[in-house]
């Protein structure tokens, strides 16, 4: 009997390796204006709040907002195209989504990604699975709030305390305490097992097969 009759799943670091496209796009743009590039280190440590404060905490220390907002541009553009040049899934996602939509449970993604590049990631990889996806919108502020878990919910037909919410990092973690969800860490995304310690996680998950034990019961 699963614990929960529904999931909802963060997007980048926990159901998608997208850090490759990230990189891509963020150093193309960040290059057009002379800063240096990224190292793919350096990118997982600073994605997941939204594109904007990517751009932000990527270009170096005292860049006006006019410069910051020039490579958002440039990065939305590039990545609009590459968005799924290397991006996959982690391995055993697909099997794990399929058991879990096999056993009856319903399943949504909340991204911070652009709602375009999210339903199309998510259509791409994992075809037939999701009850409800969610990308970034300009009507409906970004995780941490909790309206993009409401909304998913709302089109589940579930309430708070008949979801669990699966994440990787201390947005996720934000993000299911604003909406009133129980939550479970996933390790093999964008942080640390100290770093989601520090910001108050509890409950991990170091692979695919504790993950389905956990939400299977």
């Known amino acids: 009997m699963p614990a929960y009759p529904a999931v909802v799943f963060d997007m980048d670091g926990t159901i998608l390796n997208t850090l490759e496209d990230l990189k891509i796009s963020l150093n193309q743009a960040l290059e057009a204006e002379g800063f ?3 190292t793919l280190e350096e990118v997982r440590q600073t994605v997941g709040n939204g594109y904007r404060n990517l751009m932000r905490d990527s270009c170096p220390p005292g860049t ?15 990545y609009a195209v590459h968005y799924a040049d290397h991006t996959r899934p982690y391995d055993g996602i697909p099997e794990l989504l399929a058991t879990l939509k096999g056993a009856g449970l319903k399943l949504a993604v909340v991204s911070n990604k652009g709602d375009r590049e999210a339903r199309h990631l998510a259509d791409l990889n994992f075809p037939g699975i999701f009850d409800a996806v969610i990308g970034q919108r300009d009507d409906v502020p970004r995780k ?3 309206q993009m878990v409401e909304i998913v919910l709302s089109e589940m ?4 305390d008949e979801a669990v919410y699966v994440g990787d990092s201390e947005v996720d973690i934000k993000t299911a305490t604003a909406a009133g969800l129980p939550f479970i860490l996933v390790l093999w995304g964008f942080r640390s097992r100290a770093q989601l310690e520090a910001a108050g996680g509890r409950e991990f998950c170091e692979t695919v097969g504790e993950l389905e034990a956990h939400l299977l019961g």
């Open 157 to 160: 037909g579930v309430g708070a």
């Open 144 to 146: 941490p709030n909790p």
């Open 36 to 38: 240096p590039p990224h």
């Open 64 to 78: 006006s907002d006019e410069v910051v907002e020039q490579v958002f541009q440039a990065f939305s553009e590039h």
